[in-house]
């Protein structure tokens, strides 16, 4: 079946180019002059895809809501004669699937149509082959169907080939890292070259400014040749700033000479650099709050939150669990085969699935993965079962306390349990950062070390906590 596009727009001379363009590389193509024409057009016979003038009023934004309830298998382009970014990421949230300027490019119609056809044969292959296409979502390897992430895939594309910088929020173990290979990897122009990370809260500032700018030989104790930076490393490319809400208010100012003019120095070097990187920063942090603490630069701050990516917690996508638990349990049951040199289990029990939904994970999508892990290695079955999963998981809360409380037989016995979860709570949400987890549980490196041994707290998979 050919592809049906429907143009609306009221400039007649690009209806006569779009429609002969199109028709000549086979598609069926329909014209109208308003809005409410095409919806009624719509009703007749059903559309792929949709290319309407941009309008930035209310009826504009009250168009889209109404084709996502009402046509949302067609895919909106919006055209305008003055696009931005801002008016980009504005149309994309509110279902636009792309927006592009005008004169419009038949190359880029194009590109939007072969990246359609594309999705439509692998949605009739994975029905074909008995598969629900709603298990198989996923995104430069990004797994997720939740409406939510639906929505930042959508801007990601809507974005990838600007040149703008990104902040990405999110809570610990969302899988911030992921979003922004996903943004480079989207990106045709920096795609084929490097992808450069740093976590800006694992060196102290002399080292980090070394590690993000490079040095010359003598420049420190220990600086005994030269060294390419981070931002060299990934020239062409992109750097993605992990934890950027720990730099130090020197490195702001020269991260913010950065992205103002591309030019920086190497540590002990007189000869000026010039950057040419997309900057993707992520936090766990409300960078707002430490604006107004004065403890983040306000100015930095608007120069890096060009485009804001935020990724909901674990808890707030459930439905993505089931998807991201298999997705897993292939992983980590194919390693424990060759291991043991048996079958991998191949799926969870009711129980075992019902009690992964039902769960918050504070660690997000670390702590589950950890979790199946676990489940795999622990497992002697072709399910994962409920007695597979650790006890946080295993007993509602509500329930253990109850439990626990006819057992108790002294006050220290009573809390011994709760400042366990706390500090592993703690130990997961930051990363198993020991200095980091300290600071926020108001104790010393020391104490939290203690209390670690006391209660047997070892990091999952073995590693050592920093």
């Known amino acids: ?78 055209m305008s004669q003055q696009p931005d970014v801002d008016s980009a990421v504005e149309a994309i949230k509110l279902g636009a699937y792309d927006y592009i300027s005008k004169p419009v490019c038949d190359q880029r119609i194009g590109n939007i149509l072969v990246k359609l056809a594309a999705k439509s044969e692998k949605k009739a292959s ?25 929505e930042i895939f959508s801007l990601i594309e809507a974005i990838a080939d600007s040149a703008s910088t990104v902040l990405i929020y999110g809570e610990s173990g969302t899988g911030k890292r992921m979003i922004a290979q996903a943004v480079h990897q989207a990106d045709k122009n920096r795609s084929g070259n490097p992808f450069i990370e740093v976590s ?36 062409g490319g992109t750097l993605l700033l992990d934890e950027i809400d720990t730099c130090s208010p020197s490195l702001q100012v020269k991260l913010l000479r950065v992205l ?64 991201l638990a298999r997705h897993f349990l292939v992983k980590y049951g194919e390693r424990c085969s060759r291991m043991r040199k048996r079958n991998y289990p191949r799926g969870f029990s009711e129980e075992a699935m019902r009690a992964m939904i039902n769960y918050r994970w504070p660690g997000n999508i670390r702590e589950l993965e950890n979790t199946i892990e676990r489940a795999c290695i622990l497992n002697r079955s072709n399910l994962i079962e409920l007695k597979d999963l650790p006890d946080s998981l295993r007993y509602p809360r509500l329930s253990a306390s109850r439990q626990k409380a006819e057992e108790i037989s002294s006050l220290k016995e009573a809390l011994r349990d709760p400042e366990k979860d706390i500090v592993i709570q703690a130990l997961t949400r930051l990363n198993w950062n020991c200095s980091r987890t300290a600071e926020h549980l108001g104790v010393n490196r020391t104490t939290l070390y203690n209390k670690m041994k006391t209660y047997g707290i070892r990091r999952p998979g073995g590693g050592e906590a920093s």
């Not at 009221?10 to 014209?31: F, I, P, R, W």
């Not at 009023?57 to 996502?68: E, H, I, P």
């Not at 994975?126 to 639906?150: C, L």
């Not at 990724?311 to 707030?316: G, K």
């Open 126 to 150: 994975d029905i074909s082959d008995g598969k629900a296409v709603n298990e198989v979502e996923s995104f430069h390897n990004v797994i997720g169907q939740d409406p939510k992430m639906r």
């Open 200 to 235: 800006c809260g694992a060196l102290p500032e002399t080292l980090l400014e070394s590690e993000l700018f490079g040095h010359v030989r003598g420049s420190f104790t220990g600086a005994i040749k030269d060294r390419a930076g981070r931002f060299e490393l990934a020239h």
């Open 1 to 78: 079946m050919k592809t049906r596009i429907l143009i609306t727009d009221d400039e007649l001379h690009l209806h006569e180019s779009l429609l002969k363009a199109l028709n000549l590389q086979g598609y069926e193509v329909d014209t109208v002059r308003n809005r409410e024409d095409a919806f009624r057009l719509m009703q007749s016979r059903p559309v792929n895809l949709l290319l309407a003038d941009r309008d930035s009023s209310q009826a504009g934004k009250d168009f889209l809501r109404r084709m996502q309830q009402e046509h949302p298998d067609t895919r909106v382009v919006l």
């Open 260 to 323: 103002e003019d591309g030019n920086y120095e190497r540590v002990g070097d007189v000869r000026t650099l010039r950057s040419d990187v997309r900057i993707i920063a992520a936090t766990n942090q409300v960078i707002e709050e430490l604006v107004a603490k004065r403890a983040f630069r306000e100015d930095l701050f608007w120069r890096l939150n060009v485009i804001n990516i935020h990724i909901p917690p674990l808890r707030e996508r459930s439905g993505d669990i089931p998807l």
